[in-house]
């Protein structure tokens, strides 16, 4: 199975159960770097919609070019009646947008998909002339109780989970923004019900699908995970939201 089909199946619950992302981090975007309704991103692996959506609340044009059709297709219900709203069957190495067409280039948890040199070419390609790169990723506290006992269930019954995708090493983004780059954290916890957590857990690339033999095992250990944690019916997950903003 390639990159792109590894969220087919996935779109319905990825969107109703994956976190968004802070409002100090779009207060950022605003005070700090300017972006208003004149600003024109390219959300990449824009899935369904986590990051783009805010953008377009926000008035920015977004071209939110996303390759795999259910993905893409749960962002278009969502988002279709902004005309600013631009979707893009397109991938992170080809996006199909034109040259010099883009202020911004965004990607919410998704850069560990890419190839990074293809990526980092295209980028330089859409960019307009001082234009940056700005990824994010939501990230569990792995040392956290919680997070380390739903690591082993992972490790034990997903036998395609490498770990929680929580952005990458500082050596590998000095590689891909050859231009240098900051990184800025935000705080922000994340809350489940025992149905959302299971769904968001459900909704991960290496969880299995319903037809799997051990589908019903992962579900009910989720279940029994959620129990052991939670107080009063919610689920605490200590979680920072890491934004990283270069050139290329």
């Known amino acids: 199975m390639n990159n792109t089909e590894k969220f087919t199946g996935k779109a319905e619950a990825y969107s109703a159960a994956r976190p968004s992302y802070p409002n100090a981090l779009f207060e950022y975007l605003k005070s700090e770097l300017g972006v208003d309704e004149n600003t024109v991103f390219a959300d ?21 070019v996303e390759p795999n059709d259910d993905m ?8 279709s009646g902004y005309d600013h709203f631009i979707s893009v069957n397109g991938s992170a190495e080809n ?8 202020d911004y280039i965004s990607a ?6 890419f190839d990074p040199q293809l990526f980092a070419a295209e980028c330089k390609r859409i960019l307009k002339p001082n234009g940056k790169v700005i990824l994010l990723y939501n990230s569990r506290d792995e040392k956290a109780p919680l997070t380390v006992r739903l690591a082993e269930i ?11 995708s929580g952005g990458n090493s500082d050596e590998d983004l000095k590689s891909f923004f050859s231009g240098g780059f900051k990184k800025i954290t935000f705080k922000n916890d994340l809350y489940y019900s025992r149905d959302s957590f299971v769904q968001r857990m459900l909704s991960s690339s290496y969880a299995p699908f319903e037809s799997a033999p051990n589908y019903s095992a992962f579900v009910n250990e989720l279940k029994s995970l959620f129990d052991e944690f939670a107080q009063n019916n919610i689920l605490l997950m200590p979680n920072h939201t890491y934004l990283y903003i270069g050139t290329v």
């Open 154 to 164: 992972c490790r034990r019954l997903c036998p395609n989970f490498k770990g929680f």
């Open 72 to 79: 893409r297709g749960q962002a278009e219900l969502l988002l």
């Open 44 to 64: 990449i692996a824009s899935g369904t919609g986590k990051f783009t959506q805010p953008l377009v609340k926000m008035g920015c044009t977004v071209y939110a």
């Open 95 to 102: 996006t199909g947008l034109p040259d010099d067409s883009v």
């Open 108 to 113: 919410a948890q998704a850069f560990h998909w």
